[in-house]
């Protein structure tokens, strides 16, 4: 079942950028990704807004891409993000 997860944390547009850079994802897609947005809240907050085919392929790509690609941009000690993961209900794709 797919999973909506949504992330909101502490970086700058172009801090979202640079760690989009470092993953790649139109080189190499995140398996199990169906569709990503990265949302602009002002004041160094962003939110991402995911749909995943399963919580578990999320949680494998930020601990073995999203985690080490965060680390090398904004730094190891880079605050946590707020993460919720919902099972999706229904979904469209036109």
């Known amino acids: 079942m797919a999973v909506v997860v949504t992330q909101e944390f502490e970086a ?23 569709v990503h947005t990265g949302i602009d809240l002002g004041g160094g907050k962003m939110r991402a807004v995911d749909v995943w085919e399963s919580a578990e392929q999320f949680q494998s790509f930020a601990e073995n891409r999203l985690g080490p690609a965060v680390a090398e941009v904004v730094g190891p000690d880079a605050p946590q993000p707020q993460i919720d993961i919902q099972e999706a209900r229904g979904m469209v794709k036109p």
Do not use: M
């Open 12 to 34: 700058t547009p172009e801090e979202y950028d640079q760690v989009t850079e470092k993953i790649d994802p139109d080189a190499d897609p995140p398996q199990g990704l169906i």
